[in-house]
Nanobody, 121 residues
Framework: QVQLVESGGGLVQAGGSLRLSCAAS????????MGWYRQAPGKQRELVAA???????NYADSVKDRFTISRDNAKNTMYLQMNSLKPEDTAVYYC???????????????WGQGTQVTVSS
């Protein structure tokens, strides 16, 4: 019913910037919450940042003051502006969304396939 497609990953030097995008499509009434997760090899998947439909945000301490999450509700698209990147930011970044397909229904959780971000020292 819903597809999430990430884009914008790539290879960047430490101190550089990248902008990730996540486009949601399909049967969507609303998306109360969207977020970015990341997973490095051998590590647990962790929340990077989240944003509600009203615009409230939450960040992991490790990315505060460096990353900025935003969304365009009209386009069902979410963004992650990543500045001052560090090698420790290297991971696969996943888009996550709680999606309400129809009014009055409980939300369902969806994941994108992920996009690789590699930061060299």
């Amino acid at each position: 019913q819903v597809q999430l497609v990430e884009s914008g990953g790539g290879l960047v030097q430490a101190g550089g910037s990248l902008r990730l995008s996540c486009a949601a499509s399909g049967v969507i009434f609303s998306i109360p919450l969207m977020g970015w997760y990341r997973q490095a090899p051998g590590k647990q998947r962790e929340l990077v940042a989240a944003i509600s439909s009203g615009g409230s945000t939450n960040y992991a301490d490790s990315v505060k003051d460096r990353f900025t999450i935003s969304r365009d509700n009209a386009k069902n698209t979410m963004y992650l502006q990543m500045n001052s990147l560090k090698p420790e930011d290297t991971a696969v970044y996943y888009c996550n969304a709680d999606v309400i397909n129809f009014y009055g229904r409980r939300p369902s959780l969806y994941w994108g396939q992920g996009t690789q971000v590699t930061v060299s020292s």
